[in-house]
């Protein structure tokens, strides 16, 4: 069982919950999270790894509260226990050479980890982040920790400042229309874009075939095979 | 002597505990084996199995109700051939009994399906006649006394392994169902599969699922499962698994009292892990606490 030990408002309606004693993963996978002994709301809630702090052991996650399951969330208070269930998944390949992180909305928390990895793995690489929000940004300053150009737009269309013709990796996270518009122009100019998919989710680690998506490759489990994918593999099902 | 009081006999398997995992909720044992102690439960269901396998629904599958979920995941399985050879040695390696679930969208794939399972080592048959989540055949057959009873009649003439049928609470007259399936040669019955239920989007204004229904279970169901597992016991002769909504240990004790032989464990899996291995070990310590000898001592006691 894991430990709040802070869980704070960041910006409206997002929080940032920190965890002890969670299982630790990598960029792109996620925790099965859930109060212990609730039966309602009854499953797990998928979030993603925002920031691991290996020494401590510190789990940072960032969620937005949008129903049942994420408003409960914010109001626990430091010291309430979190089942979490975890590493789930399959994280984003550290490609190597320089990348650039596209993320819209709440799909930015994951980014901020794989940032994380992608200068701890290869110190000299250019990192340039694309941030984009509807109203309010967030976790601009922690980007600035590891990527060499963090440009953040608000109310705009994000993809559109992407140019996909440098790096030798993209990365996108954020709502379907924003993926699609990212593998299409990636597809277009030959670029190797990893996307981060969602589904409901039952089970979160393979077992239920509640979260299938369609692939090149047959069905996959978001939960298990993904939920990072090469956009080449799932573009047309997006 | 050892104390082994949760040893239980169904349809002449001997099971280290009468607790098992229920089909659908752990695949084949792979993703669950560790999360789950899965190794440490009486037996555990394979995900329903189709002769020739199926790619399972479009759209949305899960959706989280209270104290429970509605799926449409549409039987998705890599058919019954695969099954032998992909997911099965690893489900024997676990060392409990192994319950394959067969379901199907006609007659001729069942029976199909039922032999070649006479090939694999297998423990019991669960056939499952109440999958709400396909369009043709699947709860079809288990809605009608006389369909249920041919099935379960002509797969029984052609499996050589014991036979559980699984029974949907969507049966108009699920007693009626129940003893023409014991009629009809079935060494077992299963239930409850899923309630038939609906979720709409209100922001989209259409329904939820794109089959429009899908299936309940989880604790919401709980004790409209146990009533329907008291009322087939009262009428059958043949052994009852109790299975709906089962969270804690008072709802297994609840399903053993009303006379379930065994309890299978589904949706709360899901929520919690580490519920079935925690629920082995409640019972053994009930056992010990009330100086049982066997926990069957209080299957059927109402
Ligand atoms: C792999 C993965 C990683 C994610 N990482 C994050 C993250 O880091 N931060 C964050 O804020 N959100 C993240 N999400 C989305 C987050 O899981 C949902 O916002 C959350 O489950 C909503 O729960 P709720 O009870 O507040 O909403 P409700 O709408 O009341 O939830 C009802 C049901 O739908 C499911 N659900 C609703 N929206 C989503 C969704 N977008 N994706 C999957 N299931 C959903 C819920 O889990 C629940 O089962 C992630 C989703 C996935 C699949
Ligand atoms: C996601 C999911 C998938 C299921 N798949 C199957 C299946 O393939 N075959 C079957 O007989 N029952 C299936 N079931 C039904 C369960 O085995 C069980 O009968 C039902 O969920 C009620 O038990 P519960 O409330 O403990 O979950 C499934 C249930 C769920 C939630
Ligand atoms: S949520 Fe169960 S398989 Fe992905």
Do not use: W
């Given at each position: ?31 099965m999270?859930?109060q ?18 290996k ?31 975890g ?25 901020l ?10 110190p ?9 929000f ?37 990365y ?9 518009a ?57 | ?15 280290k ?21 899965l ?22 599958r ?25 997911e ?43 999958c ?171």
């Amino acid at each position: 069982m894991a430990v709040i030990s802070e869980n704070i408002e960041i910006a409206k309606g997002i929080f940032k919950m920190c965890l002890s004693g969670a299982p630790l993963g990598e960029a792109g996978q996620f925790l099965m999270l859930k109060q212990p002994d609730s039966l309602d709301p009854f499953l797990a809630r998928p979030l993603s790894y925002c920031n691991i702090d290996k020494n401590s052991g510190t789990v940072t996650l960032v969620y937005q509260t949008i129903g049942k399951g994420t408003k409960a969330f914010s109001k626990l208070k430091q010291g309430s226990l979190m089942q979490a269930v975890g590493p789930c998944g399959r994280g984003f390949p550290l490609v190597s050479g320089n990348a650039v992180l596209i993320g819209g909305g709440i799909g930015t928390a994951p980014l901020l980890l794989l940032a994380h990895a992608l200068r701890e793995s290869q110190p000299e690489r250019h990192i340039k982040v694309h941030l984009g929000f509807r109203e309010e940004a967030y976790l601009i300053k922690e980007f600035g920790q590891y990527a060499d150009e963090v440009s953040v737009d608000i109310g705009g269309i994000i993809t559109d400042a992407a140019d996909f013709s440098q790096a030798a990796a993209y990365y996108a996270c954020g709502p379907e229309p924003m993926l699609k518009a990212a593998a299409l122009k990636a597809e277009k100019a030959g670029a190797e874009l990893y996307i981060s998919l969602e589904k409901n989710m039952a089970c979160g680690v393979g077992a239920c075939f509640g979260c299938t998506c369609k692939t090149k490759g047959g069905n996959k489990r978001i939960c298990k095979d993904g939920p990072v994918f090469n956009a080449l593999e799932v573009h047309d099902v997006l | 002597m050892s104390y082994e009081p949760l040893v239980t006999e169904f349809l002449g398997v001997t099971l280290k505990n009468p607790v098992l995992a229920a089909s659908g909720t752990v695949g084949f044992g792979r993703e669950y084996e560790t999360l789950a102690s899965l190794s440490k439960l009486g037996g555990i269901c394979s995900k329903g199995l189709t002769l020739n396998g199926s790619l399972g629904n479009d759209g949305p599958r899960i959706y989280e109700t209270p104290a429970g979920l509605l799926n449409s995941i549409g039987l998705e399985n890599p058919g019954v051939g695969r099954f032998i050879k992909e997911e099965l040695p690893f489900m024997r390696s676990l060392g409990c009994a192994v319950i394959a679930n067969l379901g199907g969208h006609s007659e001729i794939e069942y029976i199909k399906g039922a032999s070649l399972l006479n090939d694999a080592e297998i423990d019991i048959l669960e056939l499952n006649i109440s999958c709400p989540n396909i369009l043709d055949g699947g709860m079809a057959f288990g809605i009608d006394p006389k369909s249920a009873a041919d099935i379960t009649k002509k797969v029984k003439a052609k499996s050589r392994h014991p036979l559980l049928v699984k029974l949907t609470p969507n049966a108009p007259d699920l007693i009626a169902v129940a003893a023409a399936c014991e009629e009809a040669g079935a060494d077992g019955l299963s239930l409850v599969n899923t309630f038939l239920g609906m979720a709409i989007d209100t922001k989209l204004r259409k329904p939820v699922f794109n089959n429009v229904y899908a299936g309940l279970s989880g604790p919401a169901i709980f004790p409209i499962a146990l009533r329907m597992v008291h009322e087939v016991c009262k009428a059958v002769s043949i052994p009852v698994a109790g299975i709906g909504g089962i969270a804690a240990k008072e709802d297994a004790l609840s399903f053993l009292m009303a006379g379930a032989s065994v309890v299978q464990i589904g949706s709360m899996t899901f929520a919690a892990p580490d519920t079935m291995a925690k629920l082995v070990d409640e019972l053994y310590d009930y056992c010990k606490l009330n100086a049982l000898e066997n926990i069957r001592q209080i299957v059927g006691i109402l």
